[in-house]
């Protein structure tokens, strides 16, 4: 992988311009970092406010190495497939990742991989910030700190050790790929919309290029964090209600987030079932854990403080009542919105077209 500093100036080298020129395809494959605004450390300092605040983890959490970006630092990654590679290839990657997802079906009380997959590729996507094109699932920056040690990625080791006898196998896949195509498979082989998907991700092991801390969502708080959150990596409220409709799948680890349970009996199913029980009755649960909520009906499932927020903001609310009444509707925006996700701050050359991933269930017909 080749990589560079840019100047501001320096936008007329031929690797600047080859990165701001999508139509011509990078073999190489390369990051760039524009540098606008020289040093302005206060910039991140104003921000470590919110790590401490939020997860009780220090800004480079305890890596010595870590360094943040230089305030005014713009990020250009370019997609690039290996030679020789295909839609076959990705098409048997897929296949061999949903054969484990299949075989460990039973793992974590029932929830199986789906959960686990799905927010892996979520949260290594979802550091994105458009305003300087920084964070995102390009680099599989999350095996480094301070990403690794965010108390909001607590537990996704597993799904990176799950995935990593792939990484072995495929050594030319990369993480960002391999975690975006594994949240492909989950979302698709428990009877989720088919995901468009793009290759060419590209390893960085440069720890200037791992995000800070405090870009995740915080689920203690309310409607208007949500909307900085999703807006921050360009998301409109209809498609950041989209998204969180994959609360659907998977539960809570008081071991990794101190929140507990899943949303639903149908947790190891894609569906609209997280908006239809959304607008049930829902009570504050009495326990010493974090405050959560617990449905009237069962006392089984349960709501993120987050998740009420969408049922509380009018603007929220309106995509919950259509996605509550309309499955179909939903699976659209959400295969929208979650490959929009995926896809956060990569520049693809502009011929490439998205692969749609047949499931094991359907190649069987074939
Ligand atoms: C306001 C936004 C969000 C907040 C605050 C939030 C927070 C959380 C928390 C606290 C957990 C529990 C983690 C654990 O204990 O293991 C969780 C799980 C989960 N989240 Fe979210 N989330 C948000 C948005 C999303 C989005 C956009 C997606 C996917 C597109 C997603 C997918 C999932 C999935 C599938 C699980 C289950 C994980 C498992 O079973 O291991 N979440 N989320």
Not at 150 to 159: H, K, Q, R, T, Y
Not at 175 to 186: E, I, K, N, Q, Y
Request: one cysteine or more; charged letters at 25%; glycine letters at 12%.
């Amino acid at each position: 992988m080749s990589s560079g500093y840019i100047s501001g100036k320096a936008f007329k080298s031929a690797r600047g311009l080859r990165a701001f020129n999508a139509s011509s395809r990078s073999r190489t494959g390369a990051y760039f970092l524009v540098l606008g605004g020289g040093l302005a450390a206060g910039y991140y300092a104003h921000e470590s406010g919110k790590w401490d605040q939020k997860s009780g983890n220090s800004g480079s959490g305890g890596n010595s190495n870590w360094k943040p970006l230089l305030a005014g630092t713009t990020v250009i990654n370019t997609a690039s497939i290996p030679k020789s590679k295909g839609f076959k290839d990705y098409q048997e990657v897929y296949n061999e990742i949903a054969e484990k997802v299949h075989e460990e079906e039973d793992a974590d009380d029932g929830a199986g991989r789906y959960g686990l997959l799905t927010r892996l590729a979520w949260h290594n996507s979802g550091t994105y910030k458009k305003s300087d094109n920084t964070g995102g699932s390009y680099g599989g920056t999350m095996i480094y700190k301070p990403e690794e040690t965010d108390g909001e990625n607590a537990g996704l080791s597993i799904g990176r050790e799950f995935l990593s006898e792939f990484k072995e196998k495929y050594p030319w896949l990369s993480r960002g790929d391999l975690w975006t195509l594994a949240g492909v498979v989950a979302v698709q082989e428990c009877g989720g919309p088919k995901i468009k998907w793009r290759p060419g991700r590209e390893d960085i092991d440069d720890q200037q290029r791992v995000p800070e801390n405090g870009r995740l969502p915080n689920a203690h708080l309310g409607a208007p964090h949500v909307r900085d959150v999703f807006s921050r990596m360009g998301f409109t409220d209809q498609e950041t209600v989209a998204l969180i409709g994959a609360h659907a799948l998977g539960k809570c680890h008081t071991d990794r987030s101190g929140y507990d349970g899943p949303w639903g009996p149908s947790f190891n199913m894609f569906t609209n079932d997280f908006f239809v029980r959304l607008l049930q009755n829902w009570h504050i649960r009495k326990w010493d854990g974090n405050k959560q909520y617990e449905d009237d009906e069962s006392n089984s499932f349960m709501m993120l403080p987050t998740d009420m927020a969408l049922k509380e903001d009018g603007n929220f609310l309106k995509y919950v009542k259509q996605y509550a009444e309309d499955q179909d509707l939903f699976f659209e925006d959400f295969a929208n919105a979650f490959s929009k996700l995926l896809e956060l701050g990569i520049t693809f050359p502009k011929d490439s077209k998205p692969f749609m991933f047949k499931t094991l269930e359907e190649q069987e017909d074939d």
